[in-house]
């Protein structure tokens, strides 16, 4: 059929040669620095990528001016596909990452009134309506009943195959080239459902849903070949490709099967010789990709494999067809969802400088990538890359670079995603195109639908037809329209943005290609240099554009803070990138000018330096906004800020005397001083402007202010730094300075008088401020100083010269303090104390100093002066004295450091003891330094015993200063000697004090070191009694060394109760101890009832309480060891003398205290209940005289009280006797039951020998089942040991249960019982005589039971109690309390029945 065009108008001729759509381009050789793309991203060649030249970009005004054509109604035009500027006016806005609403026009409209929501990317593709070839297409539908599309391909035609059997040509200007095939022919094969053309376009392959094949030649229109036996009949053709040789293609059917065809021309004759390479009945292919390499690439050793991807259901296959066919790798899918789209696509990728082909494929939403390399052997290796994992399933996957992929997901959305860091760089909706989907194809409806579910379920979602690459463009076939997709360059991707008005984004998205940082980058070719140059021509465009447009959308009126705040948003970005591209003189040239307009940005402007200054990015300033950015910071009082900002900037170009004058008005002293140095070179006078302010006010004596204080910091600091070499406040001063700087603060420093001084200034005036300001800072900087200095004769002249000014100054005035003069000396000393000294000081200057420091007639500043010749001395001073002289005057001065640094040195450490008893201040340090003399080593034998014996002599006043510290120190190194001290210390209190300290364990000391005899122990208790003698008792519960009989005399003789009654009970006289008590409780009791006076009543009633409970204690603790006769002797007194008082009911005052006195009397029933049998109670109370005459009323409730106890008692005891007994009917049932139980043996033969149970050796050969099941011979169970004649009885253990357990006999059944539960346990103990059976058997009971029995509990119960009764405190071998039943982690009380018995 010729060509003709339906009712659209034809495209314009081309403005190049049409390259974009992919006539391959000869491409040059890979260079090295190319290779390395999927490293750096760098070097994007434009042809690679078939990018079109554009020669003249449009200017950054001719895109902002462009009108919106968003609403433009649909013109049917023929745009040819390589004009940008005409493509993109017909282009969808492709919405970015953050905003994927479908591409509606109203949606479009209302976008642009809605903040901008970037991606850092901005938009990345650009996707076009091909107006010409859709309308053509929609034309035949409707002239020529061609049918709705179905499939499409794309090379440097376009062809498109429809639903009639018609095949479309399109050339690059979306002209109708040819219509290949008939109506007639598509109603006999079906409609096309796959197309390939070759490599050089020349053949064009036609696949038909009823599974016929047509190869066209496209030059002039011929049908070649018309091919239907290829494959089996009757199954539609899914795909089919041409290879990189021309005579071979590859065809996939719906059967699953896979075919070579080779085409061949004999004689004359086209044939096509058919070759199955994949069976359906394998597993059925449903996607095939070849490998297809570009020309520049042809001859890479890969090609000559010429290999194949092949999809199927389960896996995937990658095969040679060349030389011969082979399997290079199989690789399954793993877990997948079975409607997922299993995709494959190949491409050439540059990895580690060689350039290889990558096969990525993907079913559901997890894309593998597989590197294929063929090694020097000819051997192919494939190597796994990272994977790309998705949030969604994809449909289709294409490489549009070979860092660039765009997949497509099962909702339609499109998805730009860099391959190296899978980052998604754009989201776009297609709904719109209306894809095409190849269902039916997969079905083969057009044969019957003769395939398997599964085909037909992946079919749902196949598109694999509709979409096809070439070059950097994928083509999108549409029910009545074809779209292009492609990467937008990167002046595009910036101009979209501008046109959004979206400065700020734009240019950070050309920065980001200027930092070779960019994305998916198009159009930047050329070494770096030259690509930086040409982005930062385009950034400064856009910065001028952005300068005027800040001023431009200023707010005109309203407050000055909303003015200020859109200025702070927009200035900085401006200051950031002039900066960044460093552009200094845009920056302070033109854009300041513009900004200059507004009072307001001008201000922003100047306080957006500030952080680049601070930070020293900003150097070159130009005079005008130095000046400009002072005077903005004072009318702003921003002082401090001004002065942090001036001690960074260059000021040689400002008036100096300007600046300096208004530092100085503004107390900016750093600023001024920079200013000073750095512009003038003046070191000097900024000094003489400090020292005019703090002098004055020094000399005459006064404090000086917080303000003036600082100055003076400053002002030493500053020396500090010049003398240093540095320059104030940051920085070094230049090399070639520093000598001279040195010597000009020298001379200031050491001028004998100020300049304009008056008449009466003393001498030195420098110097002397320095000294009053702050002495020991000041001789700091000089000795620094000094320690810098090289020993030139120069240097060494003015080091003389300052150390005579200083004595002059300091040693001729009274107006310095003694810690002023001794810093001096200090400072003197160390300097004469260095191995290269050179300085000479009149020693008698030492003498004097010493006098002055040590003179008794002031005792003002004691400690001061004590520290500062201290100081001195350890400085190296010491050199300078006569230590004969030294020491007497110390002593008179009471400087006691001082003597001790002197005895320090002549090792008289006695001396030494004494210096801490006569200092007040250092007292109490006097026992850590005899310990430490005493106990450390580095001491000569000598040295101790002399501090030994002064410590010794001295006991007396240490145990005055602090008695514990004192008793350490005795017991550590003195424990021989106590009865010593003990005999002579005279003060009894003393004494007391001394020997509880030592003694009372409570105090820390260990008395295993002391050897005491317990006489001395005895005299402790008995200063005890009489000096605190609540404390005794306490004390006796802890002391160890004394004898009961003398200690029971010396609190007897103090009367001390108590403390008898606890001795006689330690003693075993418990009847003694208990008789002591109850003579203490009744006269306690007498009192009560003689007392009268109502304010003591309360307390006397709760002493006779609190004796009555330690009685009842001290009975309660013997009663157990004690028989029936001996608790009766205690209870009974005890008993009586509680009831006694309650008898004199004439008494008045017993009535207030009748219902305590019965309650008290109540608790000693209850107590004596425990230890002394119920009837004696009662006969004992029925005997007494009182209550034997007496009416039953008055004891009523005694023995109510008993009695109820005993009924809570009996029904205790009678209830656990039912539940035992209820236990044990429950247990024996259980057991009863599984021993008449029938055993079922698992086999009918011995499980020793193998042979049948009839088959007996010997009459007494029994049969011997087991409740596991297995069955034995008598006799073979005896040849294995596993039966044993105890008591006359043969006891059998099962030999296979058993055999695994190396420790012999036991049933596995009873190594699980040691495992369970204690209790259990417990009770079928390795002594027990049990058999296997009977344990099996108890094993099964205790399951039952869940949980420990109660007969366990009461045990455990008893074994504890019978513990307590002992008074055991230590732990039985094996530790009951620790393997108990309550200790154990599952232990639960059930207070449920057992269960119910199964009958």
């Known amino acids: 059929m010729e060509p003709e065009s339906f009712g659209a108008e034809q495209g314009g001729p081309l403005p190049g040669p049409g390259e974009e759509l992919g006539q391959d381009v000869p491409l040059p050789k890979l260079s090295g620095a190319e290779l390395d793309l999927e490293a750096s991203g760098d070097l994007i060649d434009d042809i ?173 229109g011929k049908l070649l070949r018309s091919i239907t036996d290829a494959h089996p009949p009757g199954t539609a053709i899914l795909h089919i490709k041409f290879t990189d040789d021309p005579t071979l293609a590859i065809c996939n059917d719906s059967g699953g099967s896979v075919f070579e065809l080779s085409f061949k021309r004999v004689m004359g004759v086209r044939t096509c010789e058919s070759r199955c390479l994949f ?40 095969i040679g067809l060349k030389p011969s066919l082979k399997v290079w790798m199989t690789f399954p899918y793993g877990r997948m969802d079975p409607s997922s789209v299993p995709l494959l696509a190949w491409h050439f990728v540059a990895i580690q400088n060689s350039m290889n082909p990558m096969l990525a494929f993907c079913r559901g939403d997890v894309v593998h990538f597989l590197l294929v390399k063929r090694d020097d052997s000819g051997a192919i290796h494939v190597t796994k890359q990272k994977q790309l994992h998705l949030h969604y399933d994809l449909i289709n996957f294409t490489w549009i670079n070979s860092r660039t992929i765009v997949l497509l997901d099962s909702v339609e959305k499109l998805h730009v995603i860099d391959r190296q860091t899978q980052e998604e760089l754009e989201t776009v909706e297609i709904s719109e195109v209306q894809l095409v989907y190849n269902s039916s194809h997969f079905k083969s409806l057009a044969t019957g639908g003769n395939v398997s579910q599964a085909l037909a379920l992946v079919g749902e979602k196949a598109c694999y037809q509709s979409i096809s690459s070439c070059g950097s463009q994928i083509f999108y076939l549409g029910t009545k329209s074809v779209h292009v997709m492609m990467l937008r360059n990167w002046r595009e991707r910036v101009d979209h943005l501008l046109k959004q008005d979206s400065l700020t984004e734009a240019l950070a998205l050309a920065w980001s290609f200027h930092e070779g940082k960019a994305k998916a980058v198009v159009g930047l070719s050329g070494d770096t240099n030259k690509r930086k140059a040409i982005i930062a021509d385009r950034m400064v465009e856009i910065l001028l554009h952005y300068a005027d447009r800040t001023l431009k959308k200023c707010p005109d009126q309203g407050k000055i803070q909303v003015m200020e705040q859109h200025f702070q948003d927009m200035v900085p970005v401006l200051v950031d990138y002039c900066l960044l591209l460093q552009r200094t003189d845009l920056l302070f040239g033109q854009m300041y000018d513009k900004l200059s307009e507004n009072s307001v940005a001008k201000g922003v402007f100047l306080e957006c330096l500030e952080p680049y200054i601070l930070s020293d990015k900003l150097m070159g300033m130009t005079a005008q906004v130095m000046k ?92 500090s730094c010049c003398l240093a070499g540095r320059a104030y406040p940051l920085g070094d001063i230049p090399e070639d300075l520093v000598p001279l700087v040195k010597n000009q603060v020298f001379e200031f420093l050491i001028r004998l008088h100020s300049s304009e001084a008056s008449a009466d200034e003393e001498v030195y005036p420098y110097i002397r ?91 003002s500043r004691h400690s001061e002066r004590q520290q500062v010749l201290l100081e001195l001395l350890q400085a190296g001073g010491i050199v300078q004295f006569e230590e004969n002289r030294l020491i007497p005057m110390a002593e008179k001065a009471e400087f006691y450091q001082i003597c001790e640094f002197m005895y320090e040195r002549e090792h008289l450490y006695d001396k030494i003891v004494d210096c801490y008893l006569r200092d007040p201040v250092r007292k109490e340090e006097v026992f850590n330094y005899i310990h430490n003399i005493l106990s450390m080593p580095g001491y000569g034998t000598e040295e101790k015993q002399s501090v030994w014996q002064k410590a010794m002599k001295h006991v007396e006043e240490l145990l005055l200063l602090s008695p514990s510290k004192a008793a350490d120190l005795v017991a550590t190194h003195f424990s021989d000697q106590i009865e010593g001290i003990f005999k002579n210390l005279q003060d009894q209190f003393l004494l007391f004090q001394f020997l509880k300290c030592l003694l009372d364990p409570r105090e820390g000391i260990n008395q295993e070191m002391l050897q005491i005899s317990p006489y001395v122990t005895e005299q402790f208790i008995e200063l005890l009694c009489h000096y605190s003698p609540e404390q005794v008792l306490e004390t006796l519960q802890v002391l160890e060394f004394y004898r009961l009989e003398e200690t029971i005399q010396i609190t007897q003789k103090h009367q001390l109760h108590e403390a008898s009654s606890y001795l006689l009970e330690k003693k075993g006289d418990v009847h003694g101890a208990f008789l002591v008590m109850l003579e203490q409780l009744q006269s306690k009791l007498l009192r009560l009832t003689q007392e009268s006076e109502e304010s003591t009543e309360h307390d006397l009633l709760k002493e006779v309480e609190d004796t009555l409970m330690k009685t009842i204690a001290l009975c309660q603790r013997n009663s157990h060891s004690l028989n029936q006769q001996q608790r009766e002797a205690l209870w009974f007194p005890l008993l009586e003398a509680m009831m006694s008082p309650q008898k004199l009911s004439s008494s008045t005052v017993l009535c207030q205290y009748s219902e305590s006195l019965k309650s008290l009397t109540m608790q000693v029933l209850n107590n004596m209940a425990a230890f002394i049998a119920l009837p004696s109670i009662l006969q004992r109370i029925l005997q007494d005289p009182i209550y034997g005459r007496g009416k039953l009323g008055e004891i009523q409730g005694l023995v109510l009280g008993m009695l109820d106890t005993f009924n809570y008692e009996q029904t205790l005891l009678e209830t656990t006797t039912n539940l035992l007994n209820h236990d044990l009917h429950w247990s024996l049932c259980n057991l009863r039951a599984s021993i008449t139980k029938g055993l079922i043996p698992k086999q009918d033969y011995c499980c020793i020998c193998l042979q049948q149970y009839k088959r007996r050796q010997e009459m007494a050969d029994e049969i011997v089942v087991f409740s596991c099941g297995h069955l034995y011979h008598s006799l073979c169970l005896i040849s294995k040991e596993c039966g044993i004649e105890t008591s006359g009885q043969k006891r059998w253990t099962c030999y296979k249960c058993n055999s695994s357990n190396k420790g012999g006999k036991l049933n596995e059944n009873f190594s699980e019982l040691k495992k369970g539960n204690g209790a259990s346990a417990a009770q079928s103990s390795s002594e027990s005589l049990l058999d296997s059976q009977q344990i ?7 399951r039952l039971y869940r949980g420990t029995s109660r007969l366990a509990l009461l045990t455990e119960l008893s074994r504890n109690r019978g513990g307590e009764k002992h008074g055991l405190l230590n732990v039985s071998q094996g530790d009951p309390a620790l393997n108990s039943v309550f200790q154990n982690e599952n232990f639960q009380l059930h207070l449920t029945p057992p269960p119910l018995m199964e009958e």
């Open 628 to 719: 400009d950015l002072l005077l903005h910071y004072q009318d702003k009082n921003l002082m401090e800020d001004m002065e942090a900002c001036i001690v960074h900037m260059d000021i040689t170009s400002l008036d100096i005397q300007q600046v300096v004058l208004l530092c100085w008005e503004n107390h900016l002293y750093d600023a001024m001083i920079y200013v000073y140095n750095s512009g003038m070179n003046d070191f000097i006078s900024p000094m003489e402007k400090l020292f005019k302010v703090i002098s004055p006010p020094l000399s005459a004596g006064k404090s000086l202010t917080d303000e003036k204080v600082v100055m003076g910091n400053k002002l030493l600091v500053y020396i």
């Open 279 to 318: 069976s359906g009945s394998k597993g059925e292919v449903c996607c095939i990709e070849p490998l297809h390499a570009k020309t520049e690439l042809r001859d890479h050793p890969i090609t000559q494999y010429s290999l194949l991807a092949m999809a199927s259901l389960t896996k995937i296959l990658v």
């Open 769 to 859: 401020t320095l000294l009053h300001f702050d002495t020991r800072e000041f001789l700091n900087v000089l000795a620094l100083t000094f320690e810098d200095f090289k020993n030139d004769k120069q240097a060494v002249e003015y080091q003389q010269r300052i150390v005579d000014i200083l004595l002059k100054v300091m040693v001729e005035n009274s107006d310095f303090t003694p810690s002023q003069v001794g810093c001096l000396f200090t400072f003197l000393a160390r300097q004469l104390a260095k191995p290269n000294n050179t300085l000479f000081v009149n020693r008698t200057l030492f003498d004097q100093v010493l006098e002055f420091l040590c003179s008794p007639d002031d005792d």
């Open 48 to 220: 690679e990528f078939d990018i079109p030249q554009v020669d003249t970009p449009p200017t950054l005004e001719s895109i902002l001016n462009e009108t919106d054509d968003e609403e433009e109604s649909f013109i049917l035009e023929d745009p040819s596909l390589l004009n940008i500027d005409n493509i993109d006016a017909h282009s969808y806005d492709t919405s970015s990452l953050a905003s994927s609403d479908s591409g509606d026009r109203t949606h479009l409209k209302r976008k642009k009134k809605l903040p901008d929501t970037f991606s850092i990317h901005g938009s990345v593709i650009r996707l076009s309506l091909l107006k010409g070839i859709s309308a053509q297409i929609v034309s035949a539908a409707e002239k020529v009943d061609a049918g709705l599309p179905t499939a499409i391909a794309a090379s440097s035609l376009i062809a498109v195959g429809t639903s009639h059997g018609l095949a479309l040509i399109f050339d690059p200007n979306q002209a109708l080239r040819l219509c290949l095939g008939s109506t007639a022919v598509g109603a006999q094969y079906g409609a096309i459902s796959a197309l390939s053309i070759n490599s050089d376009c020349s053949r064009l392959l036609c696949g038909f849903a009823k599974g016929q094949i047509t190869m066209w030649d496209l030059a002039s």
């Open 1336 to 1342: 099996q058997a108890f094993d099964q009971l205790c």
